[in-house]
């Protein structure tokens, strides 16, 4: 609410008995005022919230002012007033608090998206090197289950003496553990696609193909 001022209400707004009534030019005479529509009276938006005492004669904290041919001269006496200052210095401490208090929360955000994506990083990158040492070698991915196959086992066994594996899959979720024959068969066939590139590079960098 303080960050976002007064609500600055554009009327319509009733005359009084002299013919009249609230004007939308006051606001920006006055950036703190504004409009109570329960009483018809002007108010200060930063004492109506800040102001924890109310004095006899403090029609600004309530929204009681309604003698709008005086509005002006009464205003210029509350905004010089300490009550006002007080109120108005302590509204921008609060919003600069709360502005540093979101920033903090944003740079802890980042950097611990940062820290999950090197996790995550580092996780995947020793699985692909498993999945690419099993296919070398020639060894079976799976045995009789899925859940006790080549793969699996080295990762559960190895995981223990790898922190950044045992990191990994500490934080993975049930429905996403990159442990699955899906995920498998994605290592794979990224192998088969560089090796691909890798034999193919030379002959059409060289146009040494011959048909």
Same mark, same amino acid.
């Given at each position: 609410?303080?960050?976002?001022?007064?609500?600055?209400?554009?009327?319509?707004?009733?005359?009084?008995?002299?013919?009249?009534?609230?004007?939308?030019?006051?606001?920006?005479?006055?950036?703190?005022?504004?409009?109570?529509?329960?009483?018809?009276?002007?108010?200060?938006?930063?004492?109506?919230?800040?102001?924890?005492?109310?004095?006899?004669?403090?029609?600004?904290?309530?929204?009681?002012?309604?003698?709008?041919?005086?509005?002006?001269? !009464?205003? *210029?006496?509350?905004?010089? %007033?300490?009550?006002?200052?007080?109120?108005?210095?302590?509204?921008? @401490? +609060?919003?600069? =608090?709360?502005?540093?208090?979101?920033?903090?929360? !944003?740079? *802890?955000?980042?950097?611990? %998206?940062?820290?999950?994506?090197?996790?995550?990083?580092?996780?995947? @990158? +020793?699985?692909? =090197?498993?999945?690419?040492?099993?296919?070398?070698?020639?060894?079976?991915?799976?045995?009789?289950?899925?859940?006790?196959?080549?793969?699996?086992?080295?990762?559960?066994?190895?995981?223990?003496?790898?922190?950044?594996?045992?990191?990994?899959?500490?934080?993975?979720?049930?429905?996403?553990?990159?442990?699955?024959?899906?995920?498998?068969?994605?290592?794979?066939?990224?192998?088969?696609?560089?090796?691909?590139?890798?034999?193919?590079?030379?002959?059409?960098?060289?146009?040494?193909?011959?048909?």
């Amino acid at each position: 609410m303080l960050r976002s001022g007064p609500r600055r209400f554009q009327g319509p707004f009733p005359k009084n008995t002299e013919n009249r009534s609230f004007q939308n030019s006051w606001y920006d005479r006055f950036k703190w005022l504004d409009y109570n529509e329960e009483n018809d009276g002007a108010q200060c938006f930063y004492c109506k919230l800040l102001k924890s005492s109310v004095g006899k004669n403090d029609e600004f904290k309530l929204g009681k002012v309604k003698s709008w041919h005086k509005l002006i001269e !009464k205003a *210029k006496k509350h905004e010089v %007033s300490a009550d006002h200052i007080r109120c108005y210095n302590d509204a921008n @401490k +609060i919003i600069a =608090s709360s502005e540093k208090c979101e920033d903090t929360v !944003k740079e *802890k955000l980042v950097k611990c %998206s940062d820290a999950e994506k090197e996790r995550n990083r580092k996780g995947i @990158k +020793i699985m692909f =090197s498993v999945v690419r040492w099993l296919a070398t070698q020639n060894i079976s991915f799976r045995g009789h289950t899925e859940a006790d196959g080549n793969f699996q086992s080295f990762l559960q066994t190895f995981r223990e003496f790898m922190p950044d594996l045992d990191k990994f899959m500490s934080a993975c979720p049930k429905n996403a553990t990159y442990m699955t024959w899906k995920i498998q068969n994605d290592f794979i066939q990224m192998i088969d696609q560089l090796v691909i590139d890798e034999i193919l590079q030379p002959i059409i960098r060289e146009k040494s193909l011959l048909v």
